[in-house]
Structure formats: C-alpha cells, structure tokens
C-alpha cells in the first residue's frame, strides 16, 4: 500500500488519532490544567465545572493581555502612519509627541562556520558561539538584531539587556515621548528590578515622558521578535556562513524586517559597549517587593521614582517608590565593562578543532592561532555541562565532573551529543568539553 493510500484508510479508520502538530511555548498551567480536564469522566458534575472554569480563567487572561499587546502594536502602527516613520534611524529624545511600541527577547545563539551541507564530524564539535538578541519596533516594523560574538558576551543578564536597549533608543529610537515595551516573563534576564530601575531612570532624566514594561503570561509569550528571528533563522540555514561578517551580510538579506547591529569584532573591537547598570543604581534604588507576580509596570514624569504595577492588564494599579529615602537617580553614565575575550583554553580548541571547517580567508579571524598553545593532559579532571531549555525557552546550564580523555575534551557537541570519558553528557564550554 503506497503512503497516500495509507493516509486516506487512516482518515476512514482511525479519525480519533492524529499527529500532534508541531508546538512551542508549551504553557505548563494549560497541560496542568487540561490534564485535570481529562481526568475528570468519573467525578461529579461540580467538581468537573470546577476544573473546567479554572482553564477558562486563564485563558481568558491570556487573551486580554494578547489583546493589549495587540492594541498597542496597531496603536504604533498609526503613529508611524501618520508621521511618515518608514525607517529606523538616530533621532533626539522626545522629539515627536507620539506612542510607540517596542518589543525585544533573546534567540536560540548560533554556531560559526555553518554549512547547510554539515560536514559529520563537526556535529561533535563546538563552532564558535554568536548570541543573538532582537529588539524590534513595531510601528514600521523593523527590527535590529544584535550579534554576539562569545568573545563579547560579558553575559546574558540585565547589565548586557540593558546596554543594548539603551544603544538602540539612541541610535534607532523613533524619538517618541510615551513608550511601551513587551517581552516574555524571564527572570533573570529582563523581569528583573535593574531593569525597572533604568526606565524609571530614563523618564527621571528627561529621555521619555512616560514608559511602560509589559511580561506576556509564561508558555504564550509568542510574538514579534520570534517572527523576526524566524526568517533570520531560515536565511541562516540556507546559506554558508564562516564568519561574523558574513553572518552580518545574512541577517540583512534574510528580509526587509531585520537589520544586523554587530556587538565586537573577532579582533576585540567593541562597537556595543555593555555597562555596569547595576553598579549605577545599586546605591540610590531599592528592590520592588513581590515583582515576579506583577505583568505592568508603569512609569512617568508627573511620579518620579514611582512605579504603577498591575497583576494584569485589568486590575487596579498599586503604587511603589523604588528611591532609596533622601536620595535621587544618579546622574552621568555608568562605567563600562570590558569584554571578557577567548580564554586561551578556547582560543586552542578553535584552533585544533574548528579551524580546518572555515573557509581559508577567515580561517584566522574565526580560529586564530593563540601566541601559547599548552598541552592538555588527557587524563585530567574537566567539567561537562549540558544545555536544556526550560518552559520559558531559554538555556539552562547543569554541570557535572568527569575524566575528560581525548574523546571527552573534544566531544561535547551542539546538540548535547558530546561525552565524558567516564560520566556526564553535555555540550561543553571554553575548554571544549
């Protein structure tokens, strides 16, 4: 029986049993709840009404805060219409009496060389690494995706979210005096209090009028940026990429919507500079109590030092100061962090290991070859790490110890395949574990 056929039985047959369609964002609440759903056949009709209405509930707040989000972006789109805003460029601080809207989050980072036709034994290996984080204005829409190279990435947290929106306010802001920003509902990385602390800041110091900070609900946190990085993504894996500047020239050419903001160079040249925001603040601002349970934040110039918070888009709003008594926001600028570089460890597994898979005239901007080159026991202790992604779909790193013989040091592969030689599995880091 040929596979059409097959299909068209199983129809008749079997209409009760599908294939799950492909799904991301799974919501941890929804499963919990459905679950709950499913197992209530035999129970009483109050009980089953229960469990019913508490789904509801919250998929009824999913969808009012989908729709604010929704009513914020066509609220953008119209002030971009009528002011005739069709590019992203540098523009002064509230040099247009206008609301717009940005959104920004974290991609899935990248390997460098890429080749559609992946050599196999590169699979084990770790390419040079290149983060990617997105903050796209959806007024137009446009979005700049900031390019990381491993030897920039100070780190993932609030000091590098915040240098980047901070570069891209003054170098592609619309110059609108009311902004509104969405994103997803990790902690560590952008619902956080230094992140609260920068925008009451720039509405202190005069850069806006009034701002407001958005989180959409865990597990349905879909939206512009994972369209942008969509068609980065496929642009990505359709073309030979070896090095950051070709990676640059495909980020451009993957669609009208994306544009590529370069971080640092292989050479060390700092383009993005990331500051120590957290330093700036720590000693005028005070944590907000209770913060992961709020979605709205709102600040503007009438409160200074005020935060409004909401639980959702719907509830009455419940002032905090977040100034320290008898003090103010500083002024100035904060100091800047130094890029950390390829630890020498790396910079020889690139050379060793990566090196013969990029092209010859990149071969050494991606894997140059480092001034000492120690020898590595073959029998020494190393650390395994490995990746996983948790609801949120971001990375989560667990480590573990092993003894690292020739296989283990240069296994650790990008999907988690490498080995140790005695226990742990993982992708590895600098050493090339």
């Known amino acids: 029986m040929g596979s059409s056929n097959f299909f068209d039985f ?7 049993i599908v294939t799950a369609k492909p799904m991301t ?8 709840n459905n679950t709950l759903i499913f197992r209530s056949a035999n129970l009483d009709e109050e009980n089953k009404c229960e469990r019913v209405k508490q789904q509801e509930n919250h998929l009824f707040i999913v969808q009012q805060e989908r729709s604010l989000y929704n009513k914020m972006v066509g609220n953008a789109k119209r002030a971009c ?71 920039h990435l100070i780190s993932k947290g609030s000091n590098a979210v915040i240098s980047y929106l901070h570069y891209f306010l003054n170098n592609y802001g619309t110059g609108e005096t009311d902004a509104h920003f969405h994103c997803d509902n990790c902690s560590g990385q952008k619902k956080n209090r230094f992140v609260l602390w920068y925008f009451a800041w720039r509405v202190a110091v005069g850069l806006h009028k009034s701002v407001s900070l958005n989180f959409l609900i865990a597990g349905h946190t879909k939206f512009a940026p994972d369209w942008c990085f969509g068609l980065l993504k496929r642009a990505f894996k359709r073309n030979l990429v070896p090095a950051q500047s070709v990676l640059e020239t495909v980020v451009n050419e993957s669609s009208s919507v994306n544009i590529a903001q370069v971080v640092g160079y292989e050479d060390g040249t700092t383009v993005v500079p990331v500051s120590d925001w957290q330093a700036f603040f720590k000693n005028s601002c005070k944590p907000l109590p209770g913060i992961k349970k709020y979605q709205h934040f709102r600040f503007d110039d009438a409160h200074p030092g005020s935060v409004f918070v909401k639980e959702h888009s719907e509830s009455a709003e419940t002032e905090f100061n977040i100034l320290m008594s008898d003090s103010s926001f500083p002024r100035g600028a904060p100091d800047v962090l130094a890029p950390p570089g390829l630890p020498l460890q790396r910079q ?49 790193v667990k480590r573990g110890r092993g003894k690292g013989s020739q296989r283990g040091q240069t296994g650790g592969g990008r999907r988690g395949c490498g080995r140790g030689h005695s226990r742990g599995r993982g992708q590895g880091e600098n050493n090339g574990v």
């Open 81 to 151: 219409q009528e002011n005739v805003i069709t590019e992203l460029c540098q523009n002064s601080p509230c040099s247009r009496n206008i609301m717009m809207h940005y959104s920004f989050d974290y991609a899935q980072q990248v390997h460098l060389p890429s080749n559609p036709l992946q050599p196999g034994p590169i699979y084990f290996l770790v390419p040079r690494k290149y983060g990617l984080f997105g903050v796209c204005c959806e007024g137009i829409p446009r979005q700049v995706n900031f390019l990381v190279d491993e030897a």
């Open 25 to 32: 964002d799974l919501c941890w609440t929804c499963q919990l």
């Open 348 to 396: 020889q597994y690139l050379y060793k290991s990566i090196r013969k898979y990029v092209d010859e005239p990149f071969k050494d901007t991606v894997c140059p070859n480092p001034d000492v080159m120690p020898n590595v026991e073959q029998d020494e202790t190393v650390i395994i790490t490995e990746t996983r992604k948790d609801s949120d779909g971001h990375e989560r």
């Open 10 to 16: 199983w129809k008749k047959l079997c209409p009760f």
